[in-house]
C-alpha cells in the first residue's frame, strides 16, 4: 500500500520568547493526524488553534518541537526538497518583476520543463483561474484577489500530489470564491491530489473536504474530526466556467440537504456546547 500524504504523529509545538524567558505559547499539543493520498482535508478552528502552525510544520517552514511528521512516506525536509507538495498560503507571495505568466511559469522552469511546455501548462492554469487576460501584466497591477488566484495557478504548476493551501480564498469575493472551490474540487479530483486545507468558513470546508478536522486552542489540539459525504460528481463534472458564470457551478450541491447536516454537524463540534468560537465564520 502506498504511503499516506501526510503523517503527523504525537506533534507538539511549543514557541518560546527570545531567550528562553517569558511565557511560553503551546501552539500544539501532540497532535496526530493522517491524510490519505487523494484526500481533501480542512482545518478549522477559531484564531490561534494552530491551523497554520500546523501547515507550515508540513511544509517544513517551521521544526516541531517533539513527534515527527512525514509526506508520502519522507521526512518533511526531504519531501520539500524533492518538491513533493505545492504551496498556496494567505500572502500570494509573488515575484513582483515577473509578470503573471513568469510567476506561474517558474515552478516549472525550476524543474527543467522546456519553454513549450511551460507555455501550454501556464496557458491551462490562466483559463482555470479566469486570467488569460492578464498574463502580461505584473502582480502590482492586479488586485488582491487577482494576486491569490496566480499564486492557486503557481501551486498547481506541477500537478503536485499534495497541496498545501492556507486560507487562500480568504481574500476573494464570494462568486469569485465559490467558483475557485469547485475548480479545485475538479483539479483533486483529475489529480488525485492530497489537499491539507486552513479555512475559517465552515461552508468552504464541508463544501470541499472528506473530512474536516475541528481544532481548539490553548494548546491546540484536534478537538473532533467530521466525516462529509456529500455525492460531488455533479459539482466536478460540470463544465468549466470563467468567474462570471460562476453562479450555477456547485450550486446543487450547495444547497443538498446533506451539505447543510454536515454544515451543521461542523458547527457543533466547533461550539463544543460552549459560545460561538471567534474568528470563525459561522453563517
Ligand atoms: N513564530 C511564532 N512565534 C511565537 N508564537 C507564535 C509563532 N507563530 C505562531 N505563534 C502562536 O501560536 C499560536 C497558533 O498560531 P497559528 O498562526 O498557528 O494559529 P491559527 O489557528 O492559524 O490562527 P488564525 O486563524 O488567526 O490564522 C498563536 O497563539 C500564535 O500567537
Redesign the pocket.
Given at each position: 500500500m502506498s504511503a499516506a500524504a501526510v503523517k503527523v504523529s504525537a506533534v507538539s509545538r511549543v514557541?518560546r520568547a527570545q531567550g528562553g524567558k517569558g511565557s511560553e505559547?503551546h501552539?500544539l499539543s501532540d497532535v496526530d493526524l493522517t491524510v490519505a493520498s487523494g484526500e481533501f482535508v480542512s482545518l478549522i478552528?477559531?484564531?490561534?488553534?494552530?491551523?497554520?502552525?500546523?501547515l507550515r510544520l508540513v511544509a517544513d517552514l517551521d521544526t516541531p518541537t517533539s513527534g515527527s511528521i512525514e509526506v508520502f512516506g519522507r521526512e518533511a525536509r526531504q519531501a520539500r526538497l524533492a518538491r513533493d507538495y505545492g504551496i498556496a498560503f494567505q500572502q500570494a507571495g509573488l515575484l513582483p518583476w515577473r509578470t503573471v505568466r513568469a510567476n506561474i511559469e517558474l515552478p516549472l522552469a525550476l524543474s527543467g520543463t522546456g519553454k513549450a511546455g511551460r507555455r501550454e501548462r501556464a496557458d491551462h492554469l490562466l483559463e482555470l483561474v479566469g486570467l488569460a487576460d492578464f498574463a502580461d501584466h505584473h502582480p502590482d497591477q492586479l488586485s488582491g484577489g487577482m494576486q491569490q488566484r496566480v499564486a492557486i495557478a503557481r501551486a498547481l504548476a506541477e500537478e503536485p500530489s499534495l497541496l498545501l493551501m492556507d486560507e487562500p480564498f480568504g481574500a476573494l469575493d464570494e462568486m469569485t470564491r465559490e467558483h475557485l472551490q469547485t475548480q479545485l474540487l475538479r483539479i483533486c479530483a483529475e489529480t488525485r491530489a492530497a489537499v491539507v486545507f486552513?479555512t475559517?468558513s465552515i461552508p468552504e470546508a464541508v463544501f470541499l473536504s472528506d473530512r474536516v478536522v475541528v481544532?481548539s486552542?490553548r494548546p491546540?489540539r484536534i478537538r473532533e474530526v467530521v466525516e462529509v459525504t456529500l455525492d460531488r460528481s455533479a459539482a466536478v463534472g460540470a463544465t468549466a466556467s470563467g468567474p462570471a458564470e460562476a453562479g450555477d457551478t456547485g450550486d446543487a450541491l450547495r444547497n443538498d440537504a446533506a451539505f447543510f447536516s454536515s454544515v451543521a454537524a461542523v458547527r457543533e463540534a466547533l461550539h463544543g456546547g460552549a459560545v460561538p468560537a471567534r474568528?470563525v465564520d459561522l453563517r
Amino acid at each position: 500500500m502506498s504511503a499516506a500524504a501526510v503523517k503527523v504523529s504525537a506533534v507538539s509545538r511549543v514557541f518560546r520568547a527570545q531567550g528562553g524567558k517569558g511565557s511560553e505559547v503551546h501552539a500544539l499539543s501532540d497532535v496526530d493526524l493522517t491524510v490519505a493520498s487523494g484526500e481533501f482535508v480542512s482545518l478549522i478552528g477559531p484564531s490561534g488553534c494552530g491551523k497554520s502552525t500546523l501547515l507550515r510544520l508540513v511544509a517544513d517552514l517551521d521544526t516541531p518541537t517533539s513527534g515527527s511528521i512525514e509526506v508520502f512516506g519522507r521526512e518533511a525536509r526531504q519531501a520539500r526538497l524533492a518538491r513533493d507538495y505545492g504551496i498556496a498560503f494567505q500572502q500570494a507571495g509573488l515575484l513582483p518583476w515577473r509578470t503573471v505568466r513568469a510567476n506561474i511559469e517558474l515552478p516549472l522552469a525550476l524543474s527543467g520543463t522546456g519553454k513549450a511546455g511551460r507555455r501550454e501548462r501556464a496557458d491551462h492554469l490562466l483559463e482555470l483561474v479566469g486570467l488569460a487576460d492578464f498574463a502580461d501584466h505584473h502582480p502590482d497591477q492586479l488586485s488582491g484577489g487577482m494576486q491569490q488566484r496566480v499564486a492557486i495557478a503557481r501551486a498547481l504548476a506541477e500537478e503536485p500530489s499534495l497541496l498545501l493551501m492556507d486560507e487562500p480564498f480568504g481574500a476573494l469575493d464570494e462568486m469569485t470564491r465559490e467558483h475557485l472551490q469547485t475548480q479545485l474540487l475538479r483539479i483533486c479530483a483529475e489529480t488525485r491530489a492530497a489537499v491539507v486545507f486552513v479555512t475559517h468558513s465552515i461552508p468552504e470546508a464541508v463544501f470541499l473536504s472528506d473530512r474536516v478536522v475541528v481544532m481548539s486552542p490553548r494548546p491546540g489540539r484536534i478537538r473532533e474530526v467530521v466525516e462529509v459525504t456529500l455525492d460531488r460528481s455533479a459539482a466536478v463534472g460540470a463544465t468549466a466556467s470563467g468567474p462570471a458564470e460562476a453562479g450555477d457551478t456547485g450550486d446543487a450541491l450547495r444547497n443538498d440537504a446533506a451539505f447543510f447536516s454536515s454544515v451543521a454537524a461542523v458547527r457543533e463540534a466547533l461550539h463544543g456546547g460552549a459560545v460561538p468560537a471567534r474568528g470563525v465564520d459561522l453563517r
